[in-house]
């Protein structure tokens, strides 16, 4: 049976079933928002080209054009709909160079991205900016060069190892592994004067590339920003609104967040060609490149780089297109989708495979509406600006909105990259699992028509169930919603990571000959994320599971104890607050069935009430001891690794602080990051039980 008789029996038996009746279950418009004739993979198609037509960073007309074609889709699925400005500092590059002068020779580096022959964007690749770092900053660093690997802090560590001091050097570093902007901030800390990031081969590359394969061509660059905090950098905590108060540069240094040193992101190629002139002690077998790659080694020098970087700061505005569909029963009960539309360059994959699903779901509901549905709880579907330079759109309208979100958010749901290159991934806060697996096991797998989602995820990984991640990384949108103002969330795509990353090869026809061909995976990604938005906004009863909460609370414990057991750290408090919240989940259930029996709107309200703000409980409002926007104690990002995620995160902190001083005072500050965590979990379950003590 093929995949579209399949649905359409499953919409057609579903439509006699209540042909009769005056109004059909939520579930029978669940089932044809899914279907084949709802989904239309040629209009997604269709989105994308336009969107992608032209760079569109951040703060730039052709990023306000691509705003008003997505509010014009809104509009014209007749969802009230508006645009959000605000007035935001960005940055843009002014002037970089880049030589390297040792005893033979100067090299002087081109530092561009070239056009490919027969390059449909050539007309347009001027308007791609030159290759920068966002809030790099600005300056001149000459030295010789220290090969750091990823540049983490254990590589920093293996290179002390190894007699290599990196003082007043400039590092080369590769991609990968962890966020560039602590690639910087690292190498800072260890006394760099300069970074250079390359994309190596090893990760990035291939026997062939674009435009023949999909890996990235040798002069491919990428770019993106250092920034290490959230938010626009000069109003941290309040909304970039009007004539509003803006830290000085100086206050903006003095926060840590912004870089001290210049960096710059270069190609494989030229990464290759300094690598082949640093000397000194061969570096560890890892830290080698791939096939066809000179011996690395660590230097310093005797090559000296020159880098230059020049700059500038601009209050830019940028866009928030929202539009808003009223909930029937419930309007203010917010479900949150959300996606960004700037790019760094064309952005077919990041972010605009996102938007272009978003539009289909759009469509998707108006088709929904003609048919008499309407959602119980209101459904917000969001396009952010500035996303790439700090997740700003989305933060600054979470900052402007805080207390409102706080009250009435029941869940927010955000895709960036829906196609990358791989299997279907999801991350979540937890008492999302069970509902992600359920609509997983509902839509098909676009590269198999034989069976489910569910199903391909399952049979990618090595266990018996599917792995799920947390949110606790800053890589995306969800960011504001989870760590700051403590709602549910979900983070999902086909994939995690494509060779053309962030470079001027991330365009429609890259999409087209290597990341979804016929974009049946972006139907499916739609149908995914439109069915949890579906379920969130139209279940009477909200379906959470805390028990999934209460069992990555314990394992995360258990993980914690083994770093620790040696320590006279007492986790008995964290474990007790773990286990009154499993008692708690375990009675909401309880509570569940019985509302079923005999239920009212008032108890049905009650209870929700308690399933969303349970999540909130999580949160401090004095926020992470060194980091307190980052209010929520359970997920935030690595304190060296933006994209990493923590469980635990102030824990985390103070133990990576006590490691370093070890000293009475900073172990005694450890067992009180445990009380905090352990107090917050306690008001979790209260808030669940829903009962004063």
């Not at 947390?470 to 709602?487: C, E």
Request: proline content about 5%.
């Amino acid at each position: 049976m093929t995949k579209l008789t399949f649905f359409t029996l499953i919409v057609l038996a579903t439509s006699i079933s209540f042909i009769f009746l005056e109004t059909p279950p939520k579930s029978y418009y669940h089932t044809l928002f899914i279907s084949d004739s709802f989904s239309d993979n040629s209009s997604i198609a269709n989105h994308l080209y336009t969107l992608t037509k032209r760079p569109h960073v951040a703060g730039s007309q052709a990023n306000a054009d691509a705003a008003a074609y997505v509010l014009s889709i809104f509009t014209s699925c007749n969802i009230p709909s508006h645009v959000t400005s605000y007035d935001v500092s960005l940055t843009y590059p002014v002037s970089r160079s880049l030589t390297l002068k040792s005893s033979e020779k100067t090299i002087k580096f081109g530092l561009f991205q070239e056009i490919y022959d027969g390059d449909p964007y050539a007309e347009v690749a001027n308007e791609v900016l030159p290759t920068f770092h966002a809030y790099a900053r600005s300056g001149t660093a000459t030295g010789p060069v220290v090969y750091a690997n990823y540049g983490r802090v254990e590589d920093y560590a293996t290179l002390r190892e190894m007699g290599v001091n990196v003082s007043n050097t400039v590092v080369l570093a590769r991609y990968g592994k962890i966020y560039r902007g602590d690639i910087v901030h690292n190498a800072h800390a260890v006394g760099a004067i300069g970074v250079l990031i390359f994309t190596d081969k090893k990760d990035y590359g291939g026997e062939k590339w674009f435009p023949d394969d999909k890996w990235m061509p040798p002069s491919g660059v990428q770019v993106g920003s250092v920034y290490d905090g959230i938010g626009d950098p000069t109003t941290p905590g309040w909304p970039s609104t009007g004539e509003c108060e803006r830290l000085s540069d100086e206050e903006v240094d003095e926060g840590g967040n912004v870089p001290l040193i210049p960096s710059l992101p270069i190609s494989w190629a030229d990464g290759d060609a300094i690598i082949r002139t640093i000397g000194g002690k061969v570096a560890n077998v890892d830290w080698q490149g791939g096939k066809d790659s000179p011996i690395y080694r660590v230097g310093p020098g005797p090559a000296i780089a020159n880098l230059s970087y020049e700059g500038q700061q601009v209050i830019s505005t940028i866009q928030n297109v929202i539009a808003v569909i009223e909930g029937e029963e419930e309007p203010d009960r917010f479900v949150i989708l959300g996606n960004h539309r700037d790019a760094w360059t064309f952005g077919a994959v990041d972010p605009n495979s996102g938007t272009a699903s978003l539009l289909e779901i759009a469509q998707r509901l108006e088709k929904l509406q003609k048919r008499g549905w309407r959602p119980r709880r209101t459904i917000i579907l969001c396009n952010w600006d500035a996303e790439e330079y700090g997740l700003i759109g989305s933060t600054e309208w979470v900052e402007e909105n805080r207390e409102m979100l706080a009250a009435r958010v029941v869940a927010y749901l955000n895709v960036d990259c829906a196609v990358q290159a791989g299997d279907f991934r999801a991350s979540a806060t937890p008492q999302l699992d069970e509902l992600i697996i359920q609509a997983a096991q509902q839509v098909q797998d676009p590269d198999n028509s034989s069976q489910t989602i569910y199903q391909s995820w399952l049979a990618s990984g090595n266990d018996t169930t599917v792995k799920l991640g947390r949110l606790g990384g800053a890589g995306s949108d969800y960011a504001a919603f989870v760590q700051h103002i403590g709602s549910p969330a979900l983070d999902m795509s086909f994939g995690e990571g494509y060779p053309v990353y962030h470079s001027m090869y991330d365009d429609f026809v890259w999409m087209k000959k290597f990341g979804d061909p016929m974009f049946h995976r972006h139907v499916a990604a739609a149908s995914i994320w439109g069915l949890v938005a579906l379920r969130l906004a139209d279940d009477e009863v909200l379906p959470f599971n805390y028990l999934s909460y209460a069992y990555e609370l314990q394992k995360s414990a258990e993980h914690l104890e083994a770093e620790i057991s040696d320590k006279g750290i007492s986790l008995v408090p964290l474990y007790a607050s773990i286990e009154k919240l499993r008692k708690a989940a375990s009675r909401i259930k309880n509570d569940i069935k019985a509302l079923k029996a005999k239920r009212s709107r008032a108890s049905v309200r009650e209870l929700n009430d308690r399933l969303i703000m349970t999540e909130r409980a999580f949160t401090d409002r004095d926020g992470l001891s060194s980091r307190t926007w980052y209010k929520h104690l359970i997920y935030a990002p690595a304190k060296h690794d933006d994209y990493g995620s923590n469980s635990f995160p102030g824990i985390s902190d103070a133990i990576e602080s006590a490691k370093s001083l070890n000293s009475s005072d900073s172990w005694h500050s450890v067992q009180h990051e445990v009380w905090r965590v352990a107090r917050a979990i306690t008001q979790a379950s209260l808030v669940l039980n829903g009962r004063l003590t």
